[in-house]
Structures are given as structure tokens and as C-alpha cells.
């Protein structure tokens, strides 16, 4: 019975990830065929301002958004920058929970435009302190992730794009399963009091819970937040490192696992800033 709930909510996941995954591969191909070298390097170039819109897509309430922005980056469609704003300032399943809760209206406004305000200045430090993150040569992109994948690029945009997120959906399906089986069998009341009302590692700790790419991390931080058992810097540190499943998306697209492991490094550590920013400054 297990295993089979933990499919059902695998599929419902990964299902409502497709629309934005296929729209992802789509506008990638059509930048690595419809377009000249010279107009990938200026699209590319122009998106050293885009940490400002990634930061303000990212709180809307949809995971798919982090994942998009992982594809993009795998990509070099859009730089490390844009990817930490979308990363940092996706809300997953926060906004719902605070909105059936009834939380204060001020409150939700206050916790969305801190992220949203925090992931797009780290998107621009990121981009001016690790250029090596966006290097790439013209024309790598799309053919990457197709090397990657051991498929051939060398079709019409749709059919190659349904390939690509064909394979990204089974991908996402099979870890999502796998995640949501294991929370079960831990139980997500263990998780929560894995988060401790501390300073320091009530940070430490929640950023850490927020990693799990799964849906059920954003919960129990929210939860926990507004039952009064965790500290507004906690709850900031896990929301703000919480991705949602745009981290399988970067690690199934993106070659360089080098790469991937830094911005999770710089993922985590910008949580715990942002948590610990948030406590001391008396944001929330």
C-alpha cells in the first residue's frame, strides 16, 4: 500500500511539471536552430540582468518554475545567477499551506518579498563572483543535454523537445517515488522534529530539510513556523533553500557535476545567511 501511494503522488508530482518542462526544451531548441551564433551570445549576454525577473518568477506558487530555470541553465540559455534568484525565491507548497491556514496577509506578503528580494541580489553576486559557472562554448546548450542523453538532436524541434521531456518526466517520476516512499516509511512528524528552535542550527538544520527535493519539506517548515515550534530565521533558511524539483532537474541535465555541487554549496550556505539575515534583522 506503501509503495503504491508513493506512485500515485510520484505521477501527481511529475505530472504538473510536463507543461513547463516541455515549454523549456521547446524555447531551447529553438535557440539552437532558429538562431545565428551572434544572437545566442546576445541573448545570453543580456541575461546578466536576469536575476531581477528569476527572483520575482520564482515566489510564484508553482515548483515548475525552478525546474524550467534548471533546463535553461543545463542549457547556458541562462546564467548561474538567474538560476540561485529562481532557486532561492520559489515558494513550492509554502503559499498554499499559509493561504489555508489564514495567515496573516502581511505576513505572506513579507516572507515573498524577502525571498524574492534576497534570491535576485544573490543571483547577481553569484554571476559577478562565479563566472565559471556561465562558461560555456556558443552552440552547447541544447547538444549537451542531447550527448547527455544519448539521443539525436538532429530532428524537428517538437519531436526532439517531446523526447527530452519524456525522459526528464520518467527521471522525475522514479526519484519522486522513491522520495515520497522513504518519507513515508520515516514519517513526516520525524521530519519536523528534526528542526530544532534554536539560533544557528535551527538554520543549519532547516536548510538542510529543505534540500529534499520533495514537497514535503516545504510543509513541514511552514507547519512547523506556524504552530510557534521553529524560529522565522529557520523557516526563512529552509523556504529559501527549498527548490522544489528543479535540483533533479540540474543534476539529470547538467554534465558538469562539479557545477551542480557548487550551486547546491552556494544554495545552502545562502539559506543559512538568508535565515539567520532574516532573524537578526527581525524581517518576518
Given at each position: 500500500?506503501?509503495?503504491?501511494?508513493?506512485?500515485?503522488?510520484?505521477?501527481?508530482?511529475?505530472?504538473?511539471?510536463?507543461?513547463?518542462?516541455?515549454?523549456?526544451?521547446?524555447?531551447?531548441?529553438?535557440?539552437?536552430?532558429?538562431?545565428?551564433?551572434?544572437?545566442?551570445?546576445?541573448?545570453?549576454?543580456?541575461?546578466?540582468?536576469?536575476?531581477?525577473?528569476?527572483?520575482?518568477?520564482?515566489?510564484?506558487?508553482?515548483?515548475?518554475?525552478?525546474?524550467?530555470?534548471?533546463?535553461?541553465?543545463?542549457?547556458?540559455?541562462?546564467?548561474?545567477?538567474?538560476?540561485?534568484?529562481?532557486?532561492?525565491?520559489?515558494?513550492?507548497?509554502?503559499?498554499?499551506?499559509?493561504?489555508?491556514?489564514?495567515?496573516?496577509?502581511?505576513?505572506?506578503?513579507?516572507?515573498?518579498?524577502?525571498?524574492?528580494?534576497?534570491?535576485?541580489?544573490?543571483?547577481?553576486?553569484?554571476?559577478?563572483?562565479?563566472?565559471?559557472?556561465?562558461?560555456?562554448?556558443?552552440?552547447?546548450?541544447?547538444?549537451?543535454?542531447?550527448?547527455?542523453?544519448?539521443?539525436?538532436?538532429?530532428?524537428?524541434?517538437?519531436?526532439?523537445?517531446?523526447?527530452?521531456?519524456?525522459?526528464?518526466?520518467?527521471?522525475?517520476?522514479?526519484?519522486?517515488?522513491?522520495?515520497?516512499?522513504?518519507l513515508s516509511l520515516i514519517g513526516t512528524e520525524n521530519l519536523e522534529h528534526?528542526?530544532?528552535?534554536?539560533?544557528?542550527?535551527?538554520?543549519?538544520?532547516?536548510?538542510?530539510?529543505?534540500?529534499?527535493?520533495?514537497?514535503?519539506?516545504?510543509?513541514?517548515?511552514?507547519?512547523?513556523?506556524?504552530?510557534?515550534?521553529?524560529?522565522?530565521?529557520?523557516?526563512?533558511?529552509?523556504?529559501?533553500?527549498?527548490?522544489?524539483?528543479?535540483?533533479?532537474?540540474?543534476?539529470?541535465?547538467?554534465?558538469?557535476?562539479?557545477?551542480?555541487?557548487?550551486?547546491?554549496?552556494?544554495?545552502?550556505?545562502?539559506?543559512?545567511a538568508g535565515g539567520l539575515l532574516t532573524g537578526a534583522l527581525h524581517l518576518?
Amino acid at each position: 500500500m506503501l509503495v503504491w501511494d508513493a506512485a500515485v503522488d510520484g505521477v501527481m508530482d511529475t505530472l504538473r511539471l510536463v507543461p513547463f518542462l516541455f515549454i523549456t526544451y521547446l524555447l531551447m531548441e529553438y535557440i539552437e536552430h532558429r538562431t545565428s551564433d551572434r544572437t545566442r551570445t546576445v541573448i545570453r549576454r543580456a541575461d546578466k540582468f536576469g536575476p531581477l525577473p528569476g527572483g520575482f518568477l520564482g515566489i510564484l506558487p508553482q515548483c515548475g518554475f525552478s525546474a524550467a530555470a534548471a533546463g535553461l541553465y543545463s542549457g547556458k540559455v541562462i546564467t548561474a545567477g538567474t538560476l540561485i534568484a529562481v532557486f532561492l525565491s520559489t515558494s513550492d507548497e509554502m503559499l498554499p499551506i499559509f493561504l489555508s491556514s489564514q495567515a496573516p496577509v502581511m505576513l505572506i506578503v513579507r516572507v515573498l518579498a524577502v525571498k524574492a528580494v534576497y534570491g535576485a541580489a544573490v543571483g547577481f553576486l553569484v554571476d559577478f563572483f562565479f563566472p565559471r559557472l556561465n562558461e560555456r562554448k556558443i552552440g552547447a546548450g541544447i547538444h549537451g543535454i542531447c550527448e547527455h542523453e544519448h539521443c539525436n538532436c538532429e530532428e524537428s524541434i517538437v519531436k526532439s523537445a517531446v523526447k527530452h521531456t519524456l525522459s526528464i518526466t520518467l527521471y522525475i517520476f522514479l526519484i519522486s517515488t522513491a522520495l515520497n516512499l522513504l518519507l513515508s516509511l520515516i514519517g513526516t512528524e520525524n521530519l519536523e522534529h528534526l528542526i530544532l528552535n534554536r539560533p544557528l542550527i535551527g538554520e543549519l538544520l532547516s536548510a538542510l530539510v529543505g534540500l529534499i527535493p520533495n514537497c514535503a519539506a516545504s510543509v513541514a517548515i511552514t507547519t512547523l513556523y506556524l504552530e510557534g515550534a521553529m524560529s522565522a530565521g529557520a523557516m526563512m533558511s529552509g523556504l529559501l533553500v527549498g527548490a522544489g524539483i528543479g535540483l533533479l532537474v540540474l543534476f539529470r541535465t547538467n554534465r558538469s557535476g562539479k557545477e551542480n555541487r557548487m550551486i547546491v554549496g552556494i544554495l545552502y550556505l545562502a539559506g543559512v545567511a538568508g535565515g539567520l539575515l532574516t532573524g537578526a534583522l527581525h524581517l518576518i
